[in-house]
């Protein structure tokens, strides 16, 4: 149970959904869909949508490669935070967004699984959060270490297990598809 006794609420988390991270990102379109159906489950119920938007010198401020997919759209009621480092409680307000909302657990999907979708995660447990992840609504690129290419469903999978069997006192770690997961 989340460490947070003053925040029994639940938000959705979106990172990263942006046009250059999911041009090359394994089953995008699909994972797009399966992510406006949890913003649009969430605004029916009433769950806070909460943005998270990436920027670099590959995607600067404003520019196309930087805009969230066209797909998804924020509403003018919903926050973005924008961040510059893998985690997005990292250099943000993502904690006082949360706070102000009353959220103790995140629900978290998005991109790169292997890196600000996983360094979230951490970084939400580790504060005190409880998550879960949309097990079908997340997704990455093929990464290429030491000549070895592990292919991006690989990745995916590995993320899913690693939110699954993360422990920590007092908080859960949950995984579940995206039309199965509890919002409220």
């Known amino acids: 149970m989340t460490r947070f006794a003053d925040r029994p609420g639940t938000a959705l988390l979106v990172i990263d959904v942006q046009e250059d991270v999911m041009s090359s990102a394994w089953q995008s379109p699909e994972v797009v869909s399966r992510i406006g159906a949890l913003v649009d489950r969430a605004r029916a119920e009433g769950t806070p949508v909460v943005w998270v938007r990436h920027e670099d010198e590959d995607m600067p401020a404003g520019s196309p490669p930087w805009q969230i997919v066209a797909a998804l759209r924020p509403s003018a009621r919903e926050p973005i935070v924008e961040k510059r480092f893998r985690s ?3 250099g943000t307000d993502l904690d006082t967004v949360l706070d102000v909302l009353e959220v103790g657990r995140l629900v978290v999907c998005g991109a790169q699984s292997d890196f600000c979708v996983r360094h979230t995660i951490h970084a939400a447990l580790e504060k005190g959060y409880d998550v879960a ?3 079908d609504a997340h997704t990455t690129t093929d990464a290429e270490i ?9 990745i995916v999978a590995q993320q899913n297990l690693a939110t699954r069997e993360y422990v ?9 598809p995206h039309d199965q997961i509890r919002l409220s």
Do not use: N
């Open 146 to 154: 030491d000549g070895v290419t592990i292919r991006a469903e690989l």
């Open 133 to 135: 992840l949309a097990s």
């Open 88 to 90: 997005a409680f990292e």
């Open 168 to 176: 920590l006192p007092g908080r859960t770690s949950r995984i579940a």
